[in-house]
């Protein structure tokens, strides 16, 4: 079957034109298509690395907190409005 399919894209000279800009242009579109996907896959990642900075961020903020001890210091933060 697939050596039908070469022998008549092979017969003529024209079918050879035909067969060598149908492959260029396949190959042409296959690259395009291959590209867009992977600057889809840079954008995606990009958000993904926004996203766990802004995490990253909230975590420290967080972690900096003063941590009351006893209930007369809980009591001093709510006052202070630190809590």
Same mark, same amino acid.
């Given at each position: 079957?697939?050596?039908?399919?070469?022998?008549?894209? !092979?017969?003529?000279? /024209?079918?050879?034109?035909?067969?060598?800009?149908? !492959? =260029?242009? +396949?190959?042409?579109? +296959? /690259?395009? /298509?291959?590209?867009?996907?992977? =600057?889809?896959? =840079? $954008?995606?990642?990009?958000?993904?690395? #926004?996203?766990?900075?802004? #995490? %990253?961020? %909230?975590?420290?903020?967080?972690?900096?907190?003063?941590?009351? !001890? !006893?209930?007369?210091?809980?009591?001093? +933060? +709510?006052?202070? $409005?630190? /809590?």
């Amino acid at each position: 079957m697939i050596t039908a399919v070469i022998a008549f894209f !092979t017969s003529s000279p /024209f079918m050879r034109k035909v067969a060598l800009y149908g !492959t =260029i242009a +396949l190959a042409i579109i +296959l /690259f395009y /298509f291959g590209w867009k996907k992977k =600057i889809e896959n =840079i $954008g995606e990642d990009k958000v993904r690395l #926004e996203n766990a900075h802004a #995490e %990253a961020v %909230a975590v420290k903020k967080m972690l900096a907190a003063p941590v009351p !001890t !006893t209930r007369d210091d809980t009591a001093k +933060l +709510l006052d202070a $409005g630190k /809590f």
